[in-house]
């Protein structure tokens, strides 16, 4: 079992930045790889970006690619994701997953945290 809580959601304008981040239980982090969704109001929840488990490997959604960073410290079972240069578009919950096999589908994730709102103003 692996608990993953998010934190570091809020308020930005336009081109502003945040720091999401995702503190996981246990002792074998280094095992799963991870990822971050997001939902939006009235939409169905979608891949943001994955990273294996030693962090070597990422894959974006084509949505954030240039624009957001994927990265782990396997050390403080903790995932991060920077977010610069925010769109209005990127308006939504974002939550932390985690799984055996990871991808980018939300199948493919056995783990969930119970999201951080991000809300980006124009």
């Known amino acids: 079992q692996v608990q993953l809580v998010e934190s570091g959601g809020g308020l930005v304008q336009a081109g502003g930045s945040l720091r999401l981040s995702c503190a996981a239980s246990g002792r074998t982090f280094g095992r799963y790889a991870m990822g971050w969704f997001r939902q939006a109001p009235g939409k169905e929840r979608e891949f943001v970006v994955g990273i294996r488990g030693s962090g070597g490997y990422t894959y974006y959604a084509d949505s954030v690619k240039g624009r957001f960073t994927i990265s782990r410290d396997n050390a403080k079972n903790t995932m991060y994701l920077q977010m610069n240069s925010l769109k209005p578009e990127d308006t939504a919950v974002y939550y932390c997953?985690?799984?055996?096999?990871?991808?980018?589908?939300?199948?493919?994730?056995?783990?969930w945290g119970q999201g951080t709102q991000v809300t980006v103003s124009s």
């Open positions: 997953a985690a799984g055996l096999v990871g991808g980018t589908d939300e199948n493919d994730y056995d783990y």
